[in-house]
C-alpha cells in the first residue's frame, strides 16, 4: 500500500502498515500523465487532468477536495481518488445499458492509464462477474490486453472480481511477479440503475471485500462509485454487515479526491442483453 492507503486502513483497523515501496515519484506520475493529456484524446480528459494536478501540486480546480481537510490537519493525500459516476440516462433505461456505459467508462480510464504509464501494473477490481466481463470487453475493443488464464504471465493488466483475486493473489505472486499489489487499482464500486439498487448493496456493502480491492495499490488508488451507493437508503444500512461496509467507503471519500463524472447514451448492445440472458447477474 501506499502511505495514503495505509493512514486510511490504519484508521480503520487501529494498526500500523507498512508502505510498499512505490516504482516511481507521485509528483512524477502526475508530469507523465499531464504530457500524455497534451496530445491524447481522451474520454475522461477532465478527470485525469485534475489527477495530474493533484499529484504534481496537491490542488485541482476540476476536483473537490478530500472532506476530512477541513477538519484534520496533516499530509495532504496526492493518491487517493474517488469518481461518482452520475447517469444521464431515461429513467426506464434498463439494468443492461447503466452496466455497458459503466465499463466504457472504466475500459477508457484503464487505457488512459496504461498508455500513460507504460510500465505500471495495473488491477481492475469489480464486484460482479458480469462488470468484470464487459469491462474485459471493452478494453478488448480498445486494443488493451488483460491477464487471462492463458496469457497470464505476459499482461500487466489485470481485471477480476474481488474474490478471484482473493483467491487468486498466492498463484498471481508467482505467475507475474507482481505480489499481492499492483501500482495502480481501479476499483468498481457503482450502481447507477436505481430500480435495482436496493438489492445489490446487500452485496456491495461488505467490508472485507471493499478492503481487498482497494488496499491493494502501491501508488495511485481510484474507486469507481455512484450517488446511491454513497447515499443509500436509510433501510440499506440496518444490517450491521452493511454499516460496516458503507462506513469503510464513505471513510475513503473523506480522504479521497471527489470527482464527478457523467455517463450517458441512448442505444443498448444486443449483445449485452443476449449475455444477461445466457449467464444471469452474478
Known sequence: MNPNLCNFVELIYQKKFQPSPIRRDIARMGFVMSEYLESAKSEVHLFLKGVSEVMQFGKSETMNKPPSLENVKGPIPTSLFLVNLVPRLDQWAPLELHLKLEAKMVANLVSDLSIAFEEEKIFVVTPHRVQRSLITSELSCLGVEVKT??????????????????????????????????????????????????????????????????????????????????????????????????????????????????????????????????????
Open 149 to 282: 488464464a492463458q496469457n497470464g504471465d505476459s499482461k500487466r493488466i489485470w481485471a477480476d472480481t474481488t474474490e478471484r483475486m482473493q483467491g487468486e493473489l498466492s498463484s498471481i505472486r508467482v505467475k507475474l511477479s507482481i505480489g499481492s499489489e499492483a501500482d495502480i487499482v481501479v476499483c468498481v464500486f457503482s450502481h447507477t440503475h436505481k430500480p435495482s439498487l436496493r438489492r445489490d448493496l446487500d452485496f456491495l456493502y461488505n467490508r472485507p471485500r471493499l478492503n481487498v480491492a482497494i488496499s491493494r495499490a502501491k501508488t495511485l488508488s481510484i474507486v469507481i462509485s455512484s450517488e446511491g451507493v454513497l447515499n443509500p437508503p436509510v433501510e440499506a444500512l440496518v444490517e450491521k454487515g452493511n454499516l460496516e461496509g458503507f462506513t469503510y467507503l464513505k471513510a475513503f471519500q473523506e480522504r479521497a479526491w471527489n470527482f464527478h463524472q457523467i455517463v450517458e447514451g441512448n442505444m443498448v448492445d444486443k449483445q449485452i442483453i443476449k449475455y444477461f440472458l445466457d449467464e444471469g447477474y452474478n
